[in-house]
């Protein structure tokens, strides 16, 4: 158990439809990861925040947002779901500093239907 | 921006030593990241070098060469349960945000 926690664990809806995927990361991480990792693909970085604000951006589509609360957990919110956005999310925190690895949770197994 | 390049698949048998490279180049390093994912499952951090030179760790050890933008992952003894995605992965200066490679697939056969 990495001690990053994901919600929901699977989740299938239609497409055009809104969710919302949670992630609650290790005690004391401030830094938290949010990744998409399609069938045989890599690992896609989407967003990082640190500490409650946004620190990176990578690839992540203007339809997605996320946001990392007070209390450190995040959501990453996916609108107007496409086929396209099936794929597992993964959300992964870490210390503050470059040394120390990333954590990650199980994931969130999105289908689009 | 970083670009990482590893091997999409390898096989090896078991007992077998197998070695897969990584390359990257990145405006800003800050470490460089060498996980483990099993299908369908989360990524287990395996090794980190910042510095040139082996890191060893039971049967796994990783290698950095910073000035040729290259890493290694070395497995030794190789066991079935071996057989996962190796993903290579670079920290940025500035931001920490890790970024991954592609990942190798690796089988190993009896």
């Known amino acids: 158990d990495s001690g990053v926690t994901q919600t929901p664990k699977h989740l299938i809806t239609a497409t055009g439809q809104r969710v919302t995927l949670r992630c609650s990361p290790r005690s004391g991480d401030l830094s938290v990861y949010w990744y998409q990792q399609s069938l045989d693909q890599g690992l896609q970085f989407l967003i990082q925040?640190?500490?409650?604000?946004?620190?990176a951006k990578g690839n992540i589509l203007e339809r997605f947002s996320a946001q990392q609360f007070p209390d450190l957990h995040s959501e990453l919110n996916l609108s107007s779901l496409e086929l396209g956005d099936s794929a597992l999310y993964f959300c992964a925190s870490s210390e503050e500093g470059s040394a120390t690895e990333a954590f990650f949770g199980q994931g969130t197994r999105l289908t689009v239907v | 921006g970083q670009n990482i390049d590893q091997p999409t698949e390898m096989t090896a048998t078991e007992g077998a030593i197998v070695q897969i490279n990584c390359t990257y180049q990145?405006?800003?390093?800050?470490?460089l990241f060498w996980y483990q994912q099993h299908a369908g499952e989360a990524p287990t951090f395996l090794s980190y070098?910042?510095?040139?030179g082996l890191e060893e760790k039971g049967r796994f050890s990783s290698f950095l060469s910073r000035s040729k933008g290259y890493s290694y992952l070395l497995l030794k003894e190789l066991q079935m349960k071996d057989s996962a995605s190796y993903l290579c992965a670079v920290r940025d200066r500035g931001t920490d945000k890790l970024i991954f490679g592609t990942g190798t697939r690796l089988q190993v056969f009896p």
């Open positions: 925040y640190y500490n409650g604000e946004e620190r």
């Open positions: 070098n910042v510095l040139d």
């Open positions: 990145t405006s800003g390093f800050n470490g």
